[in-house]
Each structure stands twice: as structure tokens, then as C-alpha cells.
T-cell receptor
Framework: AQSVTQLDSHVSVSEGTPVLLRCNYSSSYSPSLFWYVQHPNKGLQLLLKYTSAATLVKGINGFEAEFKKSETSFHLTKPSAHMSDAAEYFCVVSDRTGRRALTFGSGTRLQVQP | GAVVSQHPSRVICKSGTSVKIECRSLDFQATTMFWYRQFPKQSLMLMAT?????????EQGVEKDKFLINHASLTLSTLTVTSAHPEDSSFYIC????????????????FGPGTRLTVL
């Protein structure tokens, strides 16, 4: 069984300040981990993916995430927030077996203040 | 690359009618496609997994006779909501995994833009 916990349902930052969105996971297998972003009434866009290579993963739009097995965490960061980053962010785990089903976290809404 | 489209983007129908939603992988072949449902301000809930040429696998609690899924080709899956009722109103999102050799697929899913269904 696998699960994902996003520790904050809502994060608010000022434009130009760092972003930290927290995610903890639980998996019986060596997981693949993803961060997706969803803008209002839109589908999901893949930000980045971890698959047991480098523990620091760089994604699009300046985002990156660090896989920490000892802490079972996969937090998403960005050095400087932009207004266009305001959206819903989902941390997702795949069990990498069978039908490759994804388990989604509950989401974190990022608000960026001018 | 890895673009997934959905059609229609928005549909309004009367209670009791059936609605078909198409999901297409535009620039890759998808062995496996997934259908999700998302309620307002909530996360995505997996409804079913479809593999090309075989029957879909439904999640527990999802009525397979109500949500008919067909995955007729490596680029097209359809979801038909039969005899729709107001409680079926939701945002439906599909995703697709790129096919690999040997009938496998990657575990990265590429998502469509979603279909907003409103049943009156």
C-alpha cells in the first residue's frame, strides 16, 4: 500500500520569496515520486519526477525537489516565487508495479502575493 | 511531446442522457490510459484503468455499467457516462502512459485538460 501526505493545504508567499511545499510518502516498494501543478479548470502538468537516480530533481519553471529516504519526504522548492506560480500542487507516488496506478496527495494551494 | 487532449472541454446535458468523453494521446502511443474524477477543491480520484484492446479495470465503488470505458486504439480512450444524473456532475480528467516495447508502459502519466460535466 502507498500513501501521500501533503502537510499544508494552503501556502501563501510574496512574489520573489522562496517557495516550500511539503510532502511525505509511504510506500511498500521503491517508489516513483512526482509533482504536478494544476491551474484553475485545467488538467495537470508534470513539474518533475524522481525515479531512484539523483536525489535532487530539477523540474520546469525553476522548481526542484529533494528525495530524502530517511525522512520519507519529497518537498518541492523554488528560490523565487512568480505570480504565475499560483496554482494547486499535487505530490504523487507510483508503486512502479502492475498497472502503475498513481496515488495523489490532497493538494496544496499556493497563493503568491504581489 | 507527450500531449493529451480531451473532447469536449465542457458539456451540459439533461438528466437521463448519456455523454461520451474522448481522450487522445496526440504525439505518442499509450498502452494504458487512466480516468479520474475531481470534485471541487479536492484531489483526483482514480476511476478506472484502461489498456488497449482489453477490458478496463475499475476502482472499488465505481459502477462499470454506468461509466463505460473503451480503449480501442493506442491513441484513443473514451468514457461514456450512461444515464447521467446531477450527482455525476464533476471534472473528469484522463491521463496516458507512453508505451514501451514488450507491451509495458512508463509510470509517468500525461494528463489531458479535463472535461467539465454538468448534469441538469
Amino acid at each position: 500500500a502507498q500513501s501521500v501526505t501533503q502537510l499544508d493545504s494552503h501556502v501563501s508567499v510574496s512574489e520573489g520569496t522562496p517557495v516550500l511545499l511539503r510532502c511525505n510518502y509511504s510506500s511498500s516498494y521503491s517508489p516513483s515520486l512526482f509533482w504536478y501543478v494544476q491551474h484553475p479548470n485545467k488538467g495537470l502538468q508534470l513539474l518533475l519526477k524522481y525515479t531512484s537516480a539523483a536525489t535532487l530533481v530539477k523540474g520546469i519553471n525553476g522548481f526542484e525537489a529533494e528525495f530524502k529516504k530517511s525522512e520519507t519526504s519529497f518537498h518541492l522548492t523554488k528560490p523565487s516565487a512568480h505570480m504565475s506560480d499560483a496554482a494547486e500542487y499535487f505530490c504523487v507516488v507510483s508503486d512502479r508495479t502492475g498497472r502503475r496506478a498513481l496515488t495523489f496527495g490532497s493538494g496544496t494551494r499556493l497563493q503568491v502575493q504581489p | 511531446g507527450a500531449v493529451v487532449s480531451q473532447h469536449p472541454s465542457r458539456v451540459i446535458c439533461k438528466s437521463g442522457t448519456s455523454v461520451k468523453i474522448e481522450c487522445r494521446s496526440l504525439d505518442f502511443q499509450a498502452t494504458t490510459m487512466f480516468w479520474y474524477r475531481q470534485f471541487p477543491k479536492q484531489s483526483l480520484m482514480l476511476m478506472a484503468t484502461s489498456n488497449e484492446g482489453s477490458k478496463a479495470t475499475y476502482e472499488q465503488g465505481v459502477e462499470k455499467d454506468k461509466f463505460l470505458i473503451n480503449h480501442a486504439s493506442l491513441t484513443l480512450s473514451t468514457l461514456t457516462v450512461t444515464s447521467a444524473h446531477p450527482e455525476d456532475s464533476s471534472f473528469y480528467i484522463c491521463s496516458a502512459s507512453r508505451a514501451l516495447s514488450g507491451g509495458l508502459s512508463t509510470d509517468t502519466q500525461y494528463f489531458g485538460p479535463g472535461t467539465r460535466l454538468t448534469v441538469l
